[in-house]
């Protein structure tokens, strides 16, 4: 490939909103299909609430930005969060109140199956082809794949030796393959969830290799990188870095002073960051965790 072929990608021309529009702005229009979209955080960041959140926003039609179509939630990390599932099904239901009358429930357009290990996980996807094929037989039309968390399947089953780490690379590259050409074939959006790992090296990142367009992740205080290293990150398209710092309100105005009456209001500033993605310039923006969703903080 020459590099003026890479103006010749198509940009991916479907994204899926993220039912936000500060959000959407920072991602170009959302979770773009054709593409693996990596959700790269600390524990307890903001992860999988988001990717809960576009299990329903990918059943939106098309004119409200959504897939118009079913989504499908492979977890490895247990139990599956029911009660907050829930929680945003009501939430969403009363925010498209007529998309979402009571004869129409969106749980409906929602497949979950618990994946235990990496090869679990690969024979899911190739089990799922022949369906994709032929969604209206199967009925399932399916416009997004949330895998959470690929970190999570790695964890056990491989050592820290030379030939365990060629069967990781060569499973991170099998898994991605199988994604990367359902995602082209059949229009999905597909986006995994990644942990991190401290980061103990001199400054260039976990292989020397600085990746995309922040220099260092920080997170909590913490120097962090994201967890399977280079050649996983080979194997996906784009990299959303969520961050998580504690700041005390108040402190900024000097805090304490003579009123000062013990009580500080902490709280933690949750970020997104492009990190990469071949349609995006770097980008960034503050936002909350509520319990009607995620939302953007306008700045
Ligand atoms: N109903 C709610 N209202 C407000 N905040 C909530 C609600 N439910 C969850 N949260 C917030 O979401 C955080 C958990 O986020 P999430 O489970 O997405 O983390 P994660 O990045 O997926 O973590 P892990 O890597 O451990 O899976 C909680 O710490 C809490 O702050």
């Not at 930005?65 to 969403?92: D, K, M």
């Not at 416009?143 to 030796?161: G, P, T, Y």
């Amino acid at each position: 490939m020459r590099p003026e072929n890479l103006l010749l990608r198509p940009t991916p021309s479907q994204y899926c909103t993220l039912g936000c529009p500060i959000l959407d702005a920072v991602l170009g229009g959302g979770i773009p299909c054709n593409s693996i979209t990596e959700l790269v955080s600390e524990s307890g960041c903001g992860k999988t609430q988001l990717s809960l959140q576009l299990l329903f926003t990918a059943q939106l039609p098309r004119h409200l930005n959504g897939l118009a179509g079913s989504s499908l939630y492979l977890y490895s990390e247990f139990p599956f969060p029911n009660r907050r599932f829930n929680q945003l099904v009501e939430s969403f239901r009363s925010s498209h109140p007529i998309l979402f009358a009571s004869y129409r429930d969106p749980r409906d357009y929602i497949f979950t199956r618990d994946c235990q290990t990496a090869h679990d996980l690969l024979d899911v996807l190739l089990l799922l082809e022949s369906r994709l094929k032929n969604p209206k037989e199967t009925r399932l039309d399916i416009k997004l794949i949330v895998i959470d968390s690929i970190a999570a399947l790695f964890r056990s089953e491989f050592e820290n030796n030379a030939r365990d780490l060629r069967r990781r690379s060569s499973l991170f590259f099998k898994i991605s393959s199988v994604l990367k050409s359902h995602a082209n074939r059949f229009g999905i959006a597909i986006v995994l969830t990644n942990q991190v790992v401290d980061s103990i090296d001199n400054g260039e990142g976990a292989s020397g290799v600085r990746i995309g367009n922040l220099e260092r992740l920080y997170t909590s205080g913490r120097r962090v990188c994201p967890a399977l290293g280079l050649s996983w990150a080979n194997c996906i398209n784009s990299r959303l870095f969520l961050s998580m710092h504690e700041v005390i309100e108040g402190a900024e105005n000097g805090l304490p002073d003579a009123d000062y009456s013990g009580f500080v209001n902490r709280r933690k500033r949750r970020e997104l960051h492009v990190v990469f993605a071949p349609h995006l310039p770097y980008s960034s923006c503050e936002f909350v965790i509520r319990k009607e969703g995620v939302f953007g903080v306008e700045r």
